[in-house]
């Protein structure tokens, strides 16, 4: 279309420079010709170009309806949340992940609506954490040390280094700033020593980056000492400790949750139609998923004992149990292979009672 343009422009402009009758040149008629022409096939062409797209775009409205289905009622189990007390614990992880977030207005406020107590001591619990986090978060280390100092007796009881990471992340960086900061740098080293016989060699490493002050820790053999990874695993490390001492879980449950649900879903869906069938419909209907999903290692918060018999693992009502000769099978297994009073291990020939197996818990 430009190219049609600029011909028709061209045209126009000689045809103003010369000056002749009202009839056209043989020459004007002829580049008039070739420009309707080429204004014909260049439409031709939008045409059948429009008609391809306009397929394409036909199409997708089908291909959403085809793939991205909006019933989910066979895998949803709505009355869920209808007892008051799972309502309950929903309202208060929900409200929970709003405090670890920092959002304290909105923990406030849906706490409010959906009748959550929350204590005036747990909302400066939480606020606490993560202004501590946010201050690691802009290298700052006056917080997460001061934090760490007035824990020092619970830390050690969960065998935690975090103090000692924070002061030397804190002598690192004041490395960094070279001989300058000579003074401040040996005055603050008195820090470590609550650390001087637990930590001794890594103390010792700190200490001779003080022969590189002048040429810089980067040019030292030290240099692996500035890895920008420290930072990143102080917070990790922070939250880890913080949260065990709290009793908390490291990650918030609602994220959690979201996370494994958004993994398990499109398992689910791809088996609706399995599971509305009515020879199945008994095994949703348990407090148990019908097929097993891998939500990797990260997720994995309980231990589980699959049955060597049945190849399942236990549950409550099927728990785990210790046969006198030490092996252990699941009480359905168990059972099973009993033979009134007597029982015989199917993995060694010791001959017992039923009676005498002992359920364990894990």
Same mark, same amino acid.
């Given at each position: 279309?430009?190219?049609?343009?600029?011909?028709?422009?061209?045209?126009?402009?000689?045809?103003?420079?010369?000056?002749?009758?009202?009839?056209?040149?043989?020459?004007?008629?002829?580049?008039?010709? &070739? =420009? *309707?022409?080429?204004?014909?096939?260049?439409?031709?062409?939008?045409?059948?170009?429009?008609?391809? /797209?306009? =397929?394409?775009?036909?199409?997708?409205? @089908? %291909?959403?309806?085809?793939?991205?289905?909006?019933?989910?009622?066979?895998?949803?189990? =709505?009355?869920?949340?209808?007892?008051?007390?799972?309502? !309950?614990?929903?309202?208060?992880?929900?409200?929970?992940?709003?405090? !670890?977030?920092?959002?304290?207005?909105?923990?406030? @406020?849906?706490?409010?609506?959906?009748?959550?107590?929350?204590?005036?001591?747990?909302?400066?619990?939480?606020?606490? /954490?993560?202004?501590?986090?946010?201050? $690691?978060?802009?290298?700052?280390?006056?917080?997460?040390?001061?934090?760490? @100092?007035?824990?020092?007796?619970? /830390?050690?009881?969960?065998?935690?280094?975090? +103090?000692?990471?924070?002061?030397? $992340?804190?002598?690192?960086?004041?490395?960094?700033?070279?001989?300058?900061?000579?003074?401040?740098?040996?005055?603050?080293?008195?820090?470590?020593?609550?650390?001087?016989?637990?930590? #001794?060699?890594?103390?010792?490493? $700190?200490?001779?980056? /003080?022969?590189?002050?002048?040429?810089?820790?980067? #040019?030292?053999?030290?240099? &692996?000492?500035?890895?920008?990874?420290?930072? @990143?695993?102080?917070?990790?490390?922070?939250?880890?400790?913080?949260? %065990?001492?709290?009793?908390?879980?490291? +990650?918030?449950?609602?994220?959690?949750?979201?996370?494994?649900?958004?993994?398990?879903?499109?398992?689910?869906?791809?088996?609706?139609?399995?599971?509305?069938?009515?020879?199945?419909?008994?095994?949703?209907?348990?407090?148990?998923?019908?097929?097993?999903?891998?939500? =990797?290692?990260?997720?994995?918060?309980?231990?589980?004992?699959?049955?060597?018999?049945?190849?399942?693992?236990?549950? +409550?009502?099927?728990?785990?149990?210790?046969? *006198?000769?030490?092996?252990?099978?699941?009480?359905?297994? $168990?059972?099973?292979?009993?033979?009134?009073? #007597?029982?015989?291990?199917?993995?060694?020939?010791? +001959?017992?009672?039923?009676?005498?197996?002992?359920? *364990?818990?894990?």
């Amino acid at each position: 279309m430009e190219d049609v343009k600029t011909h028709f422009t061209s045209a126009s402009e000689n045809g103003e420079e010369e000056t002749h009758s009202f009839e056209p040149l043989p020459r004007e008629m002829l580049a008039l010709s &070739s =420009g *309707v022409q080429r204004a014909k096939d260049a439409a031709t062409k939008l045409s059948q170009d429009h008609k391809e /797209l306009h =397929g394409s775009v036909s199409k997708i409205g @089908k %291909a959403i309806d085809r793939n991205f289905t909006c019933d989910f009622t066979a895998i949803v189990k =709505g009355e869920l949340f209808q007892d008051p007390d799972k309502s !309950r614990i929903l309202n208060d992880v929900i409200c929970e992940h709003f405090l !670890r977030d920092g959002r304290l207005d909105i923990a406030e @406020k849906t706490a409010e609506e959906a009748g959550v107590y929350l204590s005036t001591e747990q909302k400066t619990r939480f606020a606490e /954490l993560h202004y501590i986090v946010s201050a $690691l978060r802009e290298k700052n280390l006056e917080p997460a040390i001061e934090w760490a @100092k007035e824990h020092r007796e619970k /830390l050690a009881l969960i065998n935690s280094d975090l +103090e000692f990471k924070l002061i030397r $992340l804190c002598f690192i960086d004041l490395l960094k700033q070279g001989y300058a900061k000579q003074a401040e740098i040996l005055q603050f080293a008195r820090n470590f020593s609550p650390f001087g016989h637990q930590y #001794k060699r890594d103390i010792q490493q $700190l200490m001779g980056c /003080l022969l590189y002050l002048r040429v810089g820790i980067d #040019k030292s053999p030290y240099i &692996s000492m500035l890895n920008r990874d420290f930072w @990143k695993d102080i917070c990790i490390q922070f939250t880890r400790d913080a949260s %065990a001492l709290l009793g908390l879980s490291v +990650e918030s449950p609602l994220s959690i949750c979201i996370k494994v649900g958004c993994q398990a879903f499109p398992c689910f869906h791809n088996i609706k139609q399995v599971m509305q069938k009515t020879n199945v419909s008994q095994v949703w209907k348990k407090d148990e998923i019908p097929i097993e999903i891998d939500i =990797g290692d990260e997720c994995r918060f309980h231990s589980v004992f699959s049955c060597p018999i049945l190849k399942q693992p236990t549950t +409550e009502t099927n728990p785990a149990m210790r046969l *006198v000769c030490g092996h252990v099978i699941s009480k359905e297994a $168990l059972n099973k292979i009993s033979n009134g009073n #007597k029982l015989k291990c199917p993995y060694c020939p010791v +001959e017992q009672s039923p009676g005498d197996a002992k359920q *364990v818990h894990f």
